[in-house]
T-cell receptor, first 113, second 113 residues
């Protein structure tokens, strides 16, 4: 069983829809949670990160963490065709001198105009 | 543009061969990370260097090795290549070894025939 599970999709939504992307994890040592966006043939780009349970908002993006359920989500409001990409969740333990990120497999999102 | 550069962009080689991938971190970043991204395994952490010293190892094969030079650029050496080594190889950098944000380069696409 993988430490981080992510629904691979693909997910296709109309422009303006609210998108929900989710990951579950099994390692309770994970304390730091990130979402990356990866456009085709490009490197991953950090969207958001959070340490604590609850919600963190940044423009149209909201990251939600529920440590008790070991579940994280990324919500995209008013989705745009430019949001079409693969979204990767990533996690790491806070302790230690190195940030070894464990990634989910990615969810491919297409926003249709 | 993340500021991380990787060369070459594409590499096609044969089984049994050896290749070297190069990464230049963002200006001022001391830590370099290498990742492998394949369709079946997703994005996997390979190894991390900080200011020339190895800091963490992930699922890196013994046929693979890396180093970080005094000018902070890094090289990933892959030897005795197999078909299964075909993947995207990403380099990421961060300011220090424990910081939150890793910036990814555009990747090197390796094809082993």
């Amino acid at each position: 069983q993988k430490e981080v599970e992510q629904d691979p999709g693909p997910l296709s939504v109309p422009e303006g829809a609210i998108v929900s992307l989710n990951c579950t994890y099994s390692n309770s040592a994970f304390q730091y949670f990130m979402w990356y966006r990866q456009y085709s043939r490009k490197g991953p780009e950090l969207l958001m990160y959070t340490y604590s349970s609850g919600n963190k908002e940044d423009g149209r993006f909201t990251a939600q963490v529920d440590k008790s359920s070991k579940y994280i989500s990324l919500f995209i409001r008013d989705s745009q065709p430019s949001d079409s990409a693969t979204y990767l969740c990533a996690m790491s333990p806070l302790r230690g001198s190195a940030r070894q990120l464990t990634f989910g497999s990615g969810t491919q999102l297409t926003v249709l105009p | 543009d993340s500021g991380v550069t990787q060369t070459p962009k594409h590499l096609i080689t044969a089984t049994g061969q050896r290749v070297t991938l190069r990464c230049s971190p963002r200006s001022g970043d001391l830590s370099v990370y290498w990742y492998q991204q394949s369709l079946d395994q997703g994005l996997q952490f390979l190894i991390q260097y900080y200011n020339g010293e190895e800091r963490a190892k992930g699922n890196i094969l013994e046929r693979f090795s890396a180093q970080q030079f005094p000018d902070l650029h890094s090289e990933l050496n892959l030897s005795s290549l197999e078909l299964g080594d075909s993947a995207l190889y990403f380099c990421a950098s961060s300011v220090d070894e424990g910081t939150d944000t890793q910036y990814f380069g555009p990747g090197t696409r390796l094809t082993v025939l």
